[in-house]
């Protein structure tokens, strides 16, 4: 059971590139999510979904875009990266809102 | 708007010791509270959900507790030992977005041998 899996885990972009960052999981979970996190910030929602074709915008949804078509995939989009968004990326699932949440091991974005 | 606050950022023990990490959070409208573990590098490892009609926890050495009316929750590690080294981080699902979580910056545990 591979859980939640995360490609790739260390990239670095180039200001105004674009780039998609890849979530998977094998759970059978309807919500996934996800955050950044950065030092001192602790972890913040960036966008999250409900289940397939059902997305929602978290605390730092501006430069990211999401689609959810599958139960299983959850893509996160930069549009045009920024220095700003430099940072380690987190997806999480879970079942349902009374069962933890499960992480991927991150990917780690610096924009240049 | 719901903050989480955890204190101390830092924390070095000794082998063996009984060690209690704080999470206090400011609305107490919350869904649930979550504890988790990260080490170096790596994802978070959920390690005790407590819903809000519960007031604690329990897994190994590890005992959560949940009182909404002070807005903290303790996460109590029993006999520490060196692997228990990481940063432990505290989340609280918002009562009226439980799919939302708002997260603490995190404890970094040090146990010394």
């Known amino acids: 059971n591979a859980g939640v899996t995360q490609t790739p885990k260390f990239q670095v972009l180039k200001t105004g590139q674009s780039m998609t960052l890849q979530c998977a999981q094998d759970?059978?979970?309807?919500?996934m999510s996800w955050y950044r996190q950065d030092p001192g910030m602790g972890l913040r929602l960036i966008h999250y979904?409900?289940?397939?074709?059902?997305?929602d915008q978290g605390e730092v949804p501006n430069g990211y875009n999401v689609s959810r078509s599958t139960t299983e995939d959850f893509p996160l989009r930069l549009l045009s990266a920024a220095p700003s968004q430099t940072s380690v990326y987190f997806c999480?699932?879970?079942?349902?809102?009374?069962?933890?949440?499960?992480f991927g091991n991150g990917t780690r974005l610096t924009v240049t | 708007k719901q903050e989480v606050t955890q204190i101390p950022a830092a924390l070095s023990v000794p082998e063996g010791e009984n060690l209690v990490l704080n999470c206090s959070f400011t609305?107490?409208?919350?869904?649930?509270l979550q504890w988790f573990r990260q080490d170096p590098g790596k994802g978070l490892t959920s390690l005790l959900l407590?819903?809000?009609?519960?007031r604690e926890q329990t897994s190994g050495r590890l005992n959560a507790s949940l009182d909404k009316s002070s807005g903290r929750s303790t996460l109590y590690i029993a006999a520490s030992q060196p692997g228990d080294s990481a940063t432990y981080l505290c989340?609280?699902?918002?009562?009226?977005?439980?799919?939302?979580?708002?997260f603490g910056s995190g404890t970094r545990l040090l146990v010394r041998p």
């Open positions: 999480a699932s879970r079942g349902d809102r009374n069962s933890p949440l499960h």
């Open positions: 759970m059978n979970h309807e919500y």
């Open positions: 979904s409900v289940g397939a074709g059902i997305t």
């Open positions: 609305d107490s409208a919350i869904y649930n």
């Open positions: 407590i819903q809000s009609s519960q």
């Open positions: 989340a609280a699902a918002l009562m009226d977005s439980s799919y939302k979580l708002i």
